[in-house]
């Protein structure tokens, strides 16, 4: 880090390689005592070094180092351990092709007309009714409904499965007056 400060840029380049390495471990670890999947730990690193990189000029170089270190640790470990468990509450995970097959998944042999299809759509709230429409109408991957509403992956996956389970016990409860419209329609 000092030698940053003094334009040696390799320096700092290999310092942040090395202090990544390190940052696995230690991030691991503590995801691990909150009682949350490691498999965020490359995220959470990540931040970390953002934080650092961001605020580097915040450090007195006249102090130690690592305590310094530690605490933006300490403090993008607890944020993101706050983040991962409410996200956990409403997460499901399914593999892309599963998440895509969702709303194609025709369980009771109704057809529904795009008039049906936008009613249900509009009853949900704008960021549901964004993804589902992007995921489950414009059948594009969730890492691209992500990039295009600037959402993370995961809300866009937990807003999918919310706005399914939704339109899924709206539809239900109307399904007895769809079929008899669907009937009705092919009799004509």
């Not at 030698?3 to 670890?29: M, N, P, T, W």
């Not at 369980?107 to 960021?127: F, K, M, T, W, Y």
């Amino acid at each position: 880090m000092r030698k940053e400060r003094s334009g040696d840029s390799v320096a700092y380049e290999r310092f942040l390689r090395d202090l990544a390495a390190y940052l696995r471990h230690i991030v691991r670890y503590r995801l691990h005592n909150f009682g949350l999947n490691s498999d965020e730990t490359e995220d959470v690193v990540q931040e970390v070094l953002i934080a650092i990189h961001t605020r580097r000029d915040q450090w007195n170089a006249d102090r130690p180092l690592m305590p310094w270190l530690n605490a933006i640790v300490r403090y993008k470990v607890i944020d993101a351990a706050r983040r991962l468990r409410k996200e956990s509450r409403g997460r499901v995970d399914l593999e892309e092709e599963q998440w895509g097959s969702l709303p194609a998944d025709d369980q009771n042999g109704v057809e529904l007309s795009q008039g049906d299809i936008e009613r249900l759509l509009s009853d949900l709230p704008a960021g549901q009714q964004s993804v589902a429409r992007a995921m489950g109408i414009e059948g594009i991957s969730a890492s691209e409904t992500a990039a295009r509403l600037g959402m993370k992956e995961n809300a866009v996956r937990v807003a999918f499965h919310r706005a399914l389970q939704k339109l899924m016990a709206t539809a239900s409860g109307e399904n007895n007056d769809t079929r008899e419209r669907a009937r009705d329609h092919a009799h004509r």
